[in-house]
């Protein structure tokens, strides 16, 4: 197991429970090192499922403070918020890195001809590809420290291929280039397995393909991130999934990433 976790969500997004504290309370029985908060941030308000400019700026940062208040002392705590990457929103961006200590690029809509796509809708070629532009333009602002689970781009296109390929390749090189950490989501383990092409069990996502890619590469930073939306699922079984799969890959994981 590993003695941190960046990826923690709480109520503010209207789809996880709990405040910062509850999550703090049990990484400290988990014995944790670092805990990170960071829930859906907000850029706009069509989006639903993230919190909004108010809450960031009056309950958010709060609650994060009132954790570190009490808890302070026995578990180091950070502050982030997971974020889409959107051109025109550069000064938020910006605005974000200043008042928190990290951000987390987790691309879950992409515009495809002018036209939002959802990720979790039927992917074609083209919103692949989308998908991947967004996330490189994202790691280039050099806004984001770590990319959730990068091979989102394959839950609802399954198929791989030459261009899952490609689009894989691009994103591990720029994450390198960028020093970006790529992480084996923790949400996606807890999904049930399928079989891909060649018939080796694997996940939607981490998709087996993507992160045999990634072992192929010396200077990558890869950790785990628990994507915990509910308290129970802080370093849960499906976080343990995820490690054996580096393991089992010979991937190198960070532990901390401060
Ligand atoms: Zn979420
Ligand atoms: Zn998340």
């Known amino acids: 197991m590993t003695k941190a976790n960046y990826h923690t969500h709480t109520y503010l997004c209207g789809h996880a429970e709990g405040l910062p504290l509850d999550y703090v309370k049990r990484a400290i029985e988990l014995k944790l090192e670092h805990i990170g908060i960071s829930d859906h941030g907000f850029l706009n308000e069509k989006w639903t499922g993230r919190m909004n400019i108010d809450s960031y700026e009056n309950i958010y940062l709060r609650n994060i403070d009132e954790a570190i208040e009490k808890y302070g002392d026995s578990i180091k705590i950070f502050k982030g918020l997971e974020l889409e990457y959107l051109d025109g929103y550069d000064d938020l961006y910006k605005r974000y890195v200043k008042e928190l200590d990290y951000l987390i690029l987790g691309q879950h809509i992409v515009k495809v001809n002018g036209k939002d796509q959802d990720l979790y809708k039927p992917m074609n070629d ?15 602002t050099g806004h984001f420290k770590i990319l959730a689970h990068p091979d989102l781009y394959m839950l609802s296109y399954l198929k791989w291929n030459d261009l899952t390929e490609k689009i894989a390749k691009d994103i591990i090189e720029c994450a390198i280039e960028c020093d970006v950490y790529l992480e084996i989501n923790g949400n996606g383990t807890r999904r049930a397995a399928t079989f891909n092409e060649k018939l080796e069990l694997t996940w939607m996502y981490p998709r087996l393909e993507f992160w045999e890619m990634v072992s192929t590469y010396k200077n ?26 580096a393991q089992k890959l010979k991937i190198k994981l960070y532990d901390k990433i401060f």
């Not at 919103?127 to 532009?133: E, G, K, L, N, P």
């Open 126 to 140: 083209e919103a692949i590809i989308a998908y991947r532009d967004a996330v490189i333009k994202g790691m280039r």
């Open 220 to 245: 990558v930073k890869v950790i785990v991130g628990d994507d915990a939306h509910y308290i129970k699922h802080l370093h849960d079984l499906a976080v343990e999934n995820a490690i054996l799969l």
